[in-house]
Nanobody, 127 residues
Framework: QVQLVESGGGLVQAGGSLRLSCAASGRTFSMYAMGWFRQTPGKDREFVAA????????YYSDSVKGRFTISRDYAKNTVYLQMNSLKYEDTAVYYC????????????????????WGQGTQVTVSS
């Protein structure tokens, strides 16, 4: 099992930046990919970004492409989400997730592609 702890959320004005971190512990040798999803009340959890753990390939939703950057620190077992040019509609609880089963690039954008989840961190963007 892998345990995930997110940090870095908070309140920021529109146009500002935040960096989220997600530190993994436990069976980190079994990680294939890490991703970020977000959820607002009454809506489904949606894909934001993902990174293949070993190869480093990255994936983004259309809504954040060009504004958000996902990166990983292999030595620290940590994934980051740098969020720039934040918009009001980016307000959500952001969840970190990890794939320890061994999905493929086609599964990186979907919830079933991940089997371990963090507790979430709130990001609020004021307009």
């Amino acid at each position: 099992q892998v345990q995930l702890v997110e940090s870095g959320g908070g309140l920021v004005q529109a146009g500002g930046s935040l960096r989220l971190s997600c530190a993994a512990s436990g069976r980190t040798f079994s990680m294939y990919a890490m991703g970020w999803f977000r959820q607002t009340p009454g809506k489904d959890r949606e894909f934001v970004a993902a990174v293949s753990w070993r190869g480093g390939a990255t994936y983004y939703s259309d809504s954040v492409k060009g504004r958000f950057t996902i990166s990983r620190d292999y030595a620290k077992n940590t994934v980051y989400l740098q969020m720039n040019s934040l918009k009001y509609e980016d307000t959500a609880v952001y969840y970190c997730a990890v794939d320890t089963i061994g999905g493929t690039s086609s599964s990186r954008r979907y919830l079933p592609g991940y089997d371990c989840w963090g507790q979430g961190t709130q990001v609020t963007v004021s307009s």
